[in-house]
């Protein structure tokens, strides 16, 4: 069965600490996608990044990077000199088929 | 302003009662989705629809209903036999289904029991 575990349920940083979150999946596929979205207080979900299972490199954006490895099924997130702004719920998700499989998210709060 | 939309914002259901819940995207997506998010918890897949007039349940479509009569629109029922529906309800929206698209979400709708 596929699955996405996002261990870190809630995270609290000062700003301008690096704060990293994990998350593991399960799939029997050998092509898989994997998601990564925002979700402020607002509610609605924010895009981040799609990282397909055939490119293993890390990519980096502004603050942001990922790291997915393929042999420990990770693909992990990690934010450099966190804001307050960053503070939010972090989703990473799979999607097989077209159906996305959602972790259960982890709270991150990053306070001055 | 490309997007979608979702509304109301807030809504509240008396028991017994049916509600629908809006999703309009003018994004020219073919593909769109509703989710219901619980507090604490992930997303999960209510229902999909891939082209106008077809739609497939999802992980939890017992009590609601959809139509998908044009592409723009995807409402949502939340009928009287969902028995517990409070929750944050989320419509997304892609190209196409498959694992490469990238689905879009729109800002949400809470709904709420009275």
């Known amino acids: 069965a596929q699955k996405v575990t996002q261990a870190q349920t809630e995270i609290s940083v000062v700003e301008k600490e690096d704060v990293t979150l994990d998350c593991v999946y399960e799939?029997?596929?050998?092509?898989?996608?994997l998601f990564w979205y925002k979700q402020p207080p607002s509610g609605e979900l924010v895009f981040l990044i799609r990282?397909?299972?055939?490119?293993?490199q890390n990519e980096i954006s502004g603050r942001y990077s990922w790291n997915f490895q393929k042999s420990t099924s990770s693909f992990n997130f990690t934010i450099t000199a966190s804001q307050v702004v960053d503070s939010a719920v972090y989703f990473c998700?799979?999607?097989?088929?077209?159906?996305?499989?959602f972790g259960q998210g982890t709270e991150l709060s990053v306070k001055p | 302003d490309g997007g979608i939309t979702q509304s109301p914002k807030y809504l509240f259901r008396k028991e017994g009662q049916n509600v629908t819940l809006s999703c309009e995207q003018n994004?020219?997506?073919?593909?769109m989705y509703w989710y219901r998010q619980d507090p604490g918890q992930g997303l999960r897949l209510i229902y999909y629809?891939?082209?106008?007039?077809?739609?497939q349940k999802g992980d939890i479509a017992e009590g609601y209903s959809v139509s998908r009569e044009k592409k723009e629109s995807f409402p949502l029922t939340v009928t009287s036999a969902q028995k517990n529906p409070t929750a944050f309800y989320l419509c997304?929206?892609?190209?196409?289904?498959?694992?490469?698209?990238?689905?879009?979400f729109g800002p949400g709708t809470r709904l709420l029991v009275l």
């Open positions: 629809s891939q082209i106008v007039n077809d739609f």
């Open positions: 998700a799979l999607n097989q088929g077209g159906k996305l499989i």
């Open positions: 990282r397909n299972s055939f490119d293993e």
């Open positions: 799939t029997r596929d050998t092509t898989y996608y």
């Open positions: 997304a929206s892609s190209r196409i289904t498959g694992g490469a698209e990238t689905q879009y």
């Open positions: 994004l020219n997506h073919d593909a």
